[in-house]
């Protein structure tokens, strides 16, 4: 089996979290499939990491901050350095680059504060997701908002909007027509924002709920077109072609400070996507472990709160924008056009508390599709 599938990972506090991954993939026979990207910190030791790697007789690259900045030297691409933001989670939207450079089927997301979880096939099951054909169940609301946690210990996700809660979900089952992202959820530390958090009485980025596997039964679904959810990348696989839609949006190193939104709100613009192409995300299984590590829930609120209401009207925004759909264009450029229609929309925003940052985020994603169009010539022989 050939390497089809780039394993993306941004660490700076626990890069051995991915010999757990690599260990559930060989004893599951995927292992030869995996390409391994660690996208770190120029204070980090990238040399027990590349050793970590030939260890586990794994492909792999690892990639600090002067790393990155050679590769887009060396790809031609210095112009779009700034695409991926410093010091910040998003900066796995440079792993989508090297995926796309590269040639990759598959991607795949996971954070190091995260394990397998011992009762899953873990890449086995998001292959299973991305190839289902068969019927599965879909989730819809009155609020045009689906929770991921749907009666899972009376929770809201991170990024789940505030005005979309107390939902009444309705559920039928109809089968996918191609399924091009699969989202896992977690046990252990449920995801949650810092407002949520401190609601909790906990005051170190965590919550003193803990989720089992018994908590969440057979989970897979879909969410009905018109519909929304929240989308987390520490367990997150997708198809090739969704790249050009889901540049993660630039956080933590912008004018705002706005952060925490990255996967949040790529995949509230993928989703619109997927719906105006007739494509789906699943979300579910396979189940990981989350041990998120405790940090200030303060800290945490200071990155969100400059987007909270953003974030109430953001997928609003998104959801009355007409969306192109091109059936006889490629698929990959079907993508490309739906998000650029996407980003203008977002340039020309409604009256918000720092409704810039809009703006700020149009620019990024129509610049992502011009580095990744870039990528593309650069691939395609010039005429003698």
Sequence with gaps: MREDTCVVAPTIRNPEFAREYVENARQHGHADRLHVVLVTEDFCDTGAMRAMLEDLEVAGRVFDGAARERWFDDHGLSEYADLVPAKSHAQTSFGLLYLWANDFEYGVFLDDDTRPHPDFDFFGGHYANLARETTVERRGSDTAWVNVLDGVADLYPRGYPYGAMGETTERDRAAPTRVVASQGLWTDVPDLDAVRILADGDLAGQSTVRLERSDYGDPLFDVVP?????????????????????????????????????????????????????????????????????????????????????????????????????????????????????????????????????????????RWLDCLAALDRRRVPADD
């Design 226 to 366: 018109g519909n929304y959810t929240t989308v987390c990348s520490m367990n997150l696989a997708f198809r090739r072609e969704v790249v050009p839609a889901f540049y993660q949006l630039p956080m933590d190193d912008n004018p705002w400070g706005v952060g925490r939104f990255d996967d949040i709100w790529s995949g509230v613009l993928l989703k619109r996507v997927c719906d105006a192409l007739d494509r789906q995300v699943l979300t579910g299984t396979p189940l990981c472990v989350h041990e998120k590590a405790p940090r200030s829930t303060f800290g945490d609120l200071r990155a969100e709160a400059p987007a909270l209401e953003l974030n109430e009207h953001l997928w609003q925004i998104v959801d009355d924008t007409p969306v192109p759909a091109s059936p006889d264009a490629p698929e990959s450029e079907r993508f490309r056009q739906a998000y650029r229609a996407l980003a203008d929309a977002l340039g020309d925003p409604p009256e918000l508390e720092h409704a810039d940052f809009l703006p700020y985020v149009a620019e990024h994603m129509n």
